[in-house]
Every structure is written in C-alpha cells, then in structure tokens.
C-alpha cells in the first residue's frame, strides 16, 4: 500500500519538480515574469493532494532538506586534523539571533567527547576552606539563571589579518554562535566551597577531554557573569558544545568557555597554562606579544548580502542585514555604508538591552542597481567605534592573529554577486 | 581516610600548598594508602612554607557578593536579564561532598611558573630524542620542526618581529612549566595523560635540546627546572588596549563625506565554494582590481561590465560530473578526503609505518591485531587469537562506532557517520596500501 503510493508520489514528483526548476529559470531571465500563468498555482501540486508525513516521523527533528545547505564548515587546510580544528556558523543564512546548536561552529582541541550525565563529576578545590565534588543533578539544585551570550573564537576574522582571503560571511565571520545559557552563577559555586574570593586571586578553569583545555580566570570576571551552564537554547548541550556542563564566560573569547567542564581551582596567580602563552596571544610588530587579551572589542558583520547570499532580484527594495556584538556590553548603534565608508546611515537595531549578545540590525533600503561597497560599523555602551582594518594595523601590525574586530567590506558589483575585499 | 581528609580541609593557606604536595604521588597515578601517609607530611613542610596567608572572612565575601547581585538586579530592571539573579543564601547549601585527596590529586596537577605542582623525577635529552621520536615525531617531526601543519616545537628565533612569526617553546613560550604541564597532561595527542613524570622531564629536556637551550648532557629534574631561562620570558605585555585604543575608538563617528574617495585595493585570495555534502573548495581567486569603479560621496565613478563568477549551482554539476566520469577514481579521491581524518594516526602506502595507530597497508583480508610491532588493546589481541578477519563488513561496523564494535579499543575516534564515507575510505585504502 505505501509502497505503491511512494511509487506514484515520486514519479509525480519528479515530473513537478523539472517544471518547477524550468519555472524558476524563466523567472530569474526576467522577461518571462508576467508570461501566463504560474503551473505551481495552476496545476494541482503532491502537497496539496498527498498527505504529509505523520507527527513520528523524526522524533527529534532535522531542518528539512532543502535546507540542507545551511550547515556548519570547515576549511580543511587551516588546521592539521579535525580532531583539533574548527568549523564556521553559517551566519550568512541565518536571521533574528539566536544560533542552533547543530549548526552553531565548533572548536574542538582534542576531538568532541561523548560523555554521559552519569559519569559527570566537577571539581572544586586549591585555596577554598571545603574542596568538592558535585555530580550533575548537584548542579541543577542550585538557583539557576538563563542569560543570551555570543561566544566569538578570539581567531574569527584572523585570517584577514594579511588581507581579504576567505570570499564568504560564514568563513570570515563565523567562529561566532549565540545562544541562551541555562547554569549555575560560578560565584554561587565558588561561596559553596568557600573560596578565597579576594581580588588578586584566579580561578583555574579545565575541561575533562583529553585536551583538557584549562584557562585562568581573573576573581573579579569569576564573580561576575560567569556561568556554569547545562543547558542551551532550551535543551541540553549538545556534545560537541561541552555535553553535559560548560563554563560560559560572556563577552570574553570562547577558548576561555571551557567544555566538558571537570575543575575549577582557586589560585593565587595565572597558571599561564599552553592555551594562554603560546595560544591565544597576540604578536605585534616588534616582536612583543600581548597576553590576557580576554575581551572581544565590539564588531558587526553583513550577513546579506554577502558572498554566499548574492542579490538575486536585481534593482529595487532590498534589506540589507547583520549581526553586532560587543564584549563590553550593548550594541547601542550600527551605521552601514554603500560607498567604502564616505557616507553613513544608520541602521535599525533588533531587541536592545542584551549586553553581551548578538544584535540584529536591519537597513531597509532601495538598490539602484549600481555596484556597492557594503561596510557595516558597530557602536557599544562605552562609546566604542568598530576600527577599519587600517586602524587595527596601524595599532598592531598584521603579525596577530586574535582579535581582528575591523569594519568588513563586501564590494556588490552590478549583478548582484558580492566579494570580500579591501578598500582604501 | 578521615585523617587524610582533615588536611585536606586546610584553611587556604594550606590549599596552596597542598597543589605541590599531591602533584607528586599524581605523576604515577598511583594512590595508594602508602602515597597518603607521605602527602600528609609533605602537606605539613609545604604549608609551613607558604609566606602570605589571607583568609576568607565571611563577612567580605557576603559584601562582594551583595556587589554583584545588586548589579545584576539593575540589569534586570533594564530589562537585559531573562531571570533575576540566582538568590544567595547565608552560608552554604550544603550541596555536593567532600574531594577525597586522591580525587584531588588525580586532577589538580596543573603546574604553575614559579614551580608549584611539579612532582619529583628527572629525564635527560637522550631518553627525551627516543621518546620524542616515538610518540612525538608522526606530528612535531623527529627534529622538533613539525609535520604539516603541525606545531613547530624548535627554532624561530628571533622572528617574532618578521611577517610570519615562528612561535616555538624556544621562541616564545615565555614559561618552561607550560610545556611540562601541557606535555603532561594534554599530549600525545590521542594518548593524553600517559607519560610518567620521568618521561616528561626526559621529552623537555629534548624539546631544550632541540632549541639549542641545552647541551646533549643535560638532565632535566623538579631540582634545576627554575633555573632554566625561557629566550621569550620578557616578551609579553598585559592587555593594554584600553589605554592605546579604546581611548581614542571611543569618539563619535563621521557620518558624511568621511573620505574624498574609495578604491578597491585587494581582492578575496579565495573563493570558497560549498559542497552540498559538506565542508568547502578553496579556490585561488584570478580577479585582478583593473576594471572596478572607484567611489565617492556620489556614488561609483562608473557601472562595471559585471563578470559574475561561477555560481554555486554551476561548481555543484562540476563536481557531479566529476564523480559520474571518474568512476573509481572519484571514490579513492573521495576516501583520500576522508583518510584526513585518521592520518593523525596512522599510515598508508609505500613506507607507512606504525604510529599511534598500526599502519593500513594491506588490511583488507588481514587478521585483526597482525601487524608487528604495534601494541595493540587486549580487545585487538583477543579478535586476533579468534582469527577474525578485516573484510568489507567487519571493517564498516568498526568504522561506524569503533568503541561499540570493539570495546576497549585504543582508538581514540568516534566513528564515521556516513557510509558512503566508510566505502570511499575502503577503495582508499585498497589503493593506496595495496601490497
């Protein structure tokens, strides 16, 4: 029974879908938009004869397949492995601000681990009056909060130190996801095992994977904003972001959000561990290097279009659209030019008031159809001004490799099709 | 274990030293009663040590906590926060149970710059070149130079001011203690928390040598590892963007005629095209600036001849087609791909030799466990003594969830998802390890 109406579906459906992808072509020529009528509304279509699939179909649902494009990715010749390697968010297509954990970019140091709740222990000890041990139902007892937080890979954009390389948002921009945190405040931790909080102390944070990532943390960021979270977007972590606890340290690089979360130890110095000497540094020209560089300065980034999202309509209303975030605290205002930065309008802003999370902008505008050079500048609660490129290097050089906050330019040439450049 | 754990409930004074004292018994990962009675000792020297005690009084801890939940309340009332702040209650909740000392010294073995958290034991630069060649080499290189795109552990010396800096242990690592705690912990990759503290000395002192910091002769031990001076050790500077930058990015902006005119200076090197099946192309972009209009407050000095590059749709029949004329080639092309991911590991073809995995020559057909000289797991060995046999079905089950079709196997991969992975990764290493 099912087998014959399967039979008879997909040879339909093959017959529909060449017409429709014939349809569609005469569309984008243009000409042929007015000529007769359209066989998806005229003819009777499988959706609307053929019943669906039924509620059990996928008990934890996928994006539909058409969709199927919209995925995080890597590019293999970055990194030696993709046991320790990282892929990209596809911000380009994605809308509002919250990122999905399935297609939100991953940075793994030594491969994702798949742990069970069962056998999740987390560590408190060093210079606290009672060293402890919880297990994971021991952390969902404790007063909880939910917090929206971008977490940025200090390295996003750093490849475009020495130049426009990567042609797409998505590998220029996307080492960046945001999410809504469910955790425990690591202060209300830290008091449980009474900790010596005074503020020249740190707080030594490490994961439980074989790479067994551990960061310092100043006492005074400690007892702040930092969350010691289980769950994201709702749901649990997934395990390539840290299943079942990870540390989220907002506003602050995501090498420091330490997955699979196992110790936190109470120091009197920074145990100035590999990730925060010979990673996570920063060289400048003359040879010296910057270190505990933690902060990510404020930066915004048009999604569309962008290379991967090319205008595809051709003259007329268009929204051109972004994300900003600031590791100080609110986007507070995003202007956008059309011509390299000689003029600037500004933008509207999505939901305001999240510090320390993505914002949305929108420019609802009107294209003429002339060629663009799409920039984008960030301003946060501080007063601080998105730098261009010029800027940065002028402070820094182009030896770094973290940190590259610069004003993006996509040139949009008169087809529509847009490239990651450099202007003067 | 009660009498343990009293020292272990140290006040913090007594916290700091106790970082050293269990570090030492942690390195043999041994914790035996025995171990305990001599840490309780060590506790007692180390805290008798420690200059500067500052303990935690309640009351400026319940003030610095009163701080931050005022604060994150008038975040609240600004509507930024999803939730009010978690309460804090007097005291503790009483949540959670005591570490036991071996727990702890499992765990806490991070060492510190100063030395703090280095366990007793030596290992000089021959016993490291042997060492390092063995489990090290596949990756750094048996010189320290690195393999690929594999971290270089030696030389670069003064290039940290050039275009491309060298960033070694010897270069730039501006701490000893962070290789030896790295080492210790987090390497060999794919066999992380296996050398002994002996091993480790003996592999610093080599990564040393190799950055002509030592002579041949030299022994590494916790007695001279502070006297070692790092090259790098005065090249960092804390943070100061907020004094070089921020003070002068915090401005209002230009909103008209910010520049008489722009110009195009660079194009993207890349053009990254997107696979349906995943990842992306890198492809070297030959579009030169010549041709593109400059721009003013006017707008582009004139409208370009657009050259609009191959959209995705037209990269994507390209590659179809490849894979439809290809054939077999396509598919061990394809396995290449995939062999990425287990090359960390292990060779193939001509000269593959074993290293943190067995090589893969000739594995179709081969016993389980056969190759020599490579160590395998007991669940290896005794699939071998069975006689069972690597062939198309065995070889995908394993691929599929290595720690589900062989439990207890040193492998540390979680599996290929896709099965046209598996096959494409098969006709690789048919071709490639063919003998």
């Known amino acids: 029974m099912s087998d014959k109406t399967n039979d008879r579906s997909t040879s339909r459906r093959g017959f529909l879908t060449g017409a429709a992808a014939a349809g569609a072509g005469a569309l984008a020529a243009g000409s042929a938009r007015a000529n007769g009528p359209d066989p998806l509304i005229t003819e009777l279509q499988d959706w609307a004869s053929y019943t669906g699939a039924g509620v059990d179909e996928t008990p934890y649902g996928m994006p539909i397949s058409h969709e199927s494009h919209v995925v995080r990715r890597n590019v293999e010749w970055l990194t030696a492995s993709p046991i320790s390697s990282i892929n990209f968010t ?65 390295a996003n954009t750093g490849m475009e130190w020495a130049g426009a390389q990567l042609n797409g948002a998505q590998f220029t921009h996307g080492m960046i996801h945001n999410m809504e945190y469910t955790g425990v405040p690591l202060r209300t931790l830290l008091r449980e095992a009474g900790a010596d909080i005074s503020a020249d102390k740190w707080v030594y944070v490490e994961g439980a994977d074989a790479s067994s990532n551990g960061r310092s943390i100043p006492m005074e960021k400690a007892l702040d904003d930092v969350l010691v979270a289980f769950k994201a977007n709702g749901e649990a972590l997934r395990m390539e972001h840290g299943y079942p606890v990870r540390l989220v340290v907002p506003g602050w690089e995501g090498n420091m959000w330490v997955k699979w979360l196992r110790r936190i130890e109470i120091a009197d110095r920074a145990v100035e561990s590999r990730e925060e000497t010979s990673k996570y540094t920063d060289v400048y020209e003359d040879g010296t290097a910057r270190k505990w560089t933690w902060v990510m300065d404020a930066k915004s980034v048009i999604t569309s279009p962008s290379p991967q999202m090319p205008i595809k309509h051709g003259a007329g209303p268009m929204v051109i659209s972004g994300l900003a975030w600031s590791g100080h605290g609110q986007i507070t205002r995003v202007d956008v030019s059309k011509d ?22 929108y420019l609802d505008t009107k294209w003429d159809g002339a060629p663009m050079l799409l920039q984008s500048r960030a301003m946060d609660e501080t007063g601080y001004v998105q730098p261009t490129k010029d800027q940065l290097r002028a402070e820094r050089g182009e030896n770094a490799v973290y940190h590259n906050n610069c004003i993006q330019t996509w040139y949009v040439n008169a087809e529509g099709v847009a490239e990651n450049v450099e202007v003067s | 274990m009660s009498k343990s754990l009293k020292d272990i409930l140290l006040p913090v004074a007594g916290g700091t030293a106790l970082v050293i004292a269990l570090a030492v018994f942690a390195a043999n990962r041994d914790y035996g009663q025995s171990k305990i009675e001599s840490l309780q000792s060590q506790v007692a020297t180390a805290r008798a040590e420690v200059e500067t005690v500052k303990a935690t009084t309640a009351s400026e801890l319940e003030a610095k906590i009163a701080e931050v939940q005022a604060a994150a309340a008038a975040r609240v009332a600004s509507g930024a926060n999803l939730t009010a702040p978690a309460p804090a209650v007097e005291g503790a909740y009483g949540i959670g149970r005591p570490a036991h000392p071996e727990e702890i010294a499992a765990w806490d ?56 800096p060298v960033k070694t242990v010897g270069s730039y690592w501006p701490h000893l203690s962070t290789a030896w705690d790295y080492i210790h912990r987090s390497m060999p990759f794919g066999e992380a928390g296996t050398l002994t503290a002996d091993e480790t000395y003996a592999i610093v002192a080599y990564i040393m040598y190799s ?63 997107t696979p349906p099946e995943g990842g992306s192309e890198s492809l070297m972009n030959d579009a030169t600036i010549e041709g593109l209009p400059t721009f003013t407050a006017a707008g582009p000095s004139f409208i370009p001849e657009a050259t609009a590059k191959p959209t995705p749709a037209a990269v994507q029949t390209t590659t179809e087609e490849k894979a439809d004329a290809g054939g077999d080639d396509a598919l061990i092309a394809s396995g290449e791909k995939v062999f990425k991911k287990c090359k960390a590991c292990h060779q193939v073809g001509e000269g593959a030799k074993n290293r943190s995995g067995p090589h893969l020559n000739g594995l179709m057909g081969r016993t389980f466990g056969a190759v020599d000289g ?56 048919a071709a490639e390890g063919a003998e």
């Open chain 2, 211 to 273: 950055n002509d910091m030592v002579d041949d002769e030299f022994v590494l031990s916790n007695e001279n590892f502070l006297e070692v001076e790092m090259h790098n050790a005065e090249g960092f500077v804390i943070d100061d963007r907020p004094e070089l930058e921020y003070a002068k990015w915090r401005a209002e902006p230009c909103m008209e005629n910010c520049k008489d005119e722009v110009a195009v200076t660079m194009r993207s090197v890349f053009l990254v095209e």
């Open chain 1, 340 to 361: 390299g930065g000689v003029t600037w309008e500004t933008a509207r802003l999505g939901k305001q008031g999240d510090a320390k999370a993505l914002t949305r902008f």
């Open chain 1, 90 to 154: 596809p911000i380009h297509a994605l809308d509002g601000t919250i990122t999905p954990q399935g297609c939100a970019f991953e940075r793994h140091h030594s491969g994702a681990i798949e742990m069970r709740k069962e056998d999740y222990r987390l560590m408190i000890n060093g210079l606290v009056d009672r060293p402890l041990v919880f297990n994971y139902d021991d952390l969902e007892r404790f007063p909880r909060e939910n917090h929206v937080y971008f977490c940025e890979c200090a």
């Open chain 2, 374 to 429: 490579f160590k395998y797991s007991n669940a290896f060995k005794d699939a071998h003594d069975e006689g069972r046999v690597w062939d198309e079905a065995s070889f995908a089950e394993f691929l599929a969830k290595p720690k589900d079709y062989m439990k207890g196997t040193k492998m540390s991969f979680g599996g290929l998802k896709k099965a046209s992975d598996v096959e494409a990764l098969a006709a690789y290493l």
């Open chain 2, 109 to 164: 073995v991070d060492v510190l710059p100063d030395g703090r958290g280095l366990p007793e034991g030596s290992g000089d630069v021959y016993t490291g070149e042997e060492l390092f060649v063995e489990k090290c080499g596949s990756c750094h290189g048996d010189f320290a130079e690195g393999v690929d795109n594999w971290p270089v552990l030696a030389g670069g010396f003064d290039t940290l001011a050039d275009e491309d």
